[in-house]
């Protein structure tokens, strides 16, 4: 058999909409003056402000309840922090890993051997822009002295615009023999699997497991 509680004043319990702050409101038991008391004073002695008589302020239930609301709302509040935590911590390790497979890509790309047509690509377009210049000044330059016909002039306007012709079809073709370069050089890689010339550790580890 438990002692039951000690009697406790009659008292009301309110939660402030503003602040959420729990009070317990009462009347002094001498002067009947009503007493707002903070929840977490409940079950302690105080002293009416009014008549100066002590009592026992009331409220030991809800400030039991309030104890168990907070630590269960900082509960809360610890398990969330070690979520966002937990996930800051995994999209750190994301992103270290992308940063080493950017690397690894990198690294892997420089290693790659370049197709012996890597050059054409720059050549053609030098080659097919020079071209278009000397066609078109060949076009438009005068053949006429003093308005007169000069055959000169005529004879390197037609050497000009052969010339420029010329240029800007080789450097069209050597475009495209760049672009077949490229193109025979991944058939090549695709064959061969991995590229092992420029690779010493990929080597290195194919010969290792049998020595
Ligand atoms: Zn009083």
Not at 51 to 65: H, I, K, L, Y
Request: hydrophobic share 40%; proline share 6%.
């Amino acid at each position: 058999m438990s002692t039951p509680p000690p009697a406790e004043l009659p008292h009301s319990i309110k939660r402030s909409r503003l602040t959420g702050a729990v009070t317990v409101h009462f009347a002094c038991p001498a002067c009947k003056a009503g007493i707002n008391s903070p929840v977490d004073d409940a079950g302690n002695t105080d002293k009416c402000p009014d008549c100066g008589t002590d009592f026992r302020v009331p409220g030991m239930e809800a400030r039991r309840a309030e104890d168990v609301r907070r630590k269960a709302k900082q509960a809360e509040q610890r398990a969330a922090e070690e979520r966002a935590q937990q996930q800051r911590k995994e999209e750190a390790a994301w992103a270290a890993a992308a940063r080493t497979r950017i690397a690894a890509t990198r690294a892997d790309r420089a290693r790659r051997p370049r197709p012996y047509t890597a050059g054409c690509c720059v050549t053609g377009y030098i080659m097919a822009i020079a071209g278009a210049g000397l066609l078109v000044f060949g076009i438009f330059m005068s053949t006429t002295v003093s308005g007169v016909n000069n055959i000169g002039l005529l004879n390197d306007r037609i050497v000009l615009v052969i010339v420029g012709s010329v240029l800007v079809l080789s450097g069209i073709i050597l475009r495209a023999v760049s672009a077949l370069g490229d193109e025979v050089h991944r058939w090549g890689r695709k064959l061969m699997g991995k590229p092992r010339e420029n690779s010493p550790t990929k080597v290195h580890e194919e010969t290792s497991p049998t020595e």
